[in-house]
């Protein structure tokens, strides 16, 4: 038995990134202290081999195990193998950290319904395995990408007054999945991008934390 998957009593996390990882540090922060004390994260995945969010998860104390496998990379060693392929694998590498929840924290990558299938079918929680996305946009407001930029060019066009962040469940359509925690953010005249960037990320920190101990304290 690894030392990821030693019973502690503990609930287990799985946090799949592509970046620097800032939003994997406050669930790090938040199972240091009394805001996760029942949980743990058992593996970070990532999509992208430089991703900082390895590196924190590596020098963390005690050190947390992680996993990594690009799209192409797995593409160019397994010729004839398709991107629901890739998904699969990667459905089945988080399927052996045995997780109670899995995260998607700046996850920058469309999970296809196969990966879902294969998570769900895999558990030993079978359908009621939370698969979490963050994401920083109202519910059915700029899904998909670039979801910052976008609201703020609507608000400079006059459009919107406000956009937000959510947590949400995972289902096929793109951040269309029922919303765990949702908060409004006020966009101010004098906000310039970057501002609003900043603020958004703030309330991710958050909320991502919220959401997690949300669904883990809904669990038997």
Known sequence: ?????????????????????????????????????????????????????????????????????????????????????????VARRVLSAQPDVVVLAGWMHILSAEFLDVLHKGSSRGQDLPILNLHPALPGAFDGANAIDRAYAAFQAGEIKRTGVMVHRVVTEVDRGEPVVVREIEI??????????????????????????????QQR
């Open 1 to 89: 038995m690894s030392s990821s998957q030693v019973s502690d009593g503990k609930k287990r996390i799985v946090v799949l990134i592509s970046g620097s990882g800032t939003n994997l540090q406050a669930l790090m922060d938040a199972c240091a202290s009394h805001a996760l004390p029942k949980a743990r994260i058992v593996l970070v995945f990532s999509n992208r081999k430089a991703a900082l969010g390895l590196e924190r998860a590596r020098t963390a104390f005690p050190p947390i195990h992680t996993d990594y496998l690009a799209l192409v990379t797995y593409l160019k060693a397994h010729p004839g193998k398709t991107r629901v392929d890739y998904d699969i694998e």
């Open 188 to 217: 101010k005249q004098e906000d310039s991008l970057q501002d609003l960037e900043a603020r958004i990320h703030e309330v991710e920190h958050e909320i991502i934390v919220e959401a997690t101990q949300q669904v883990l304290e």
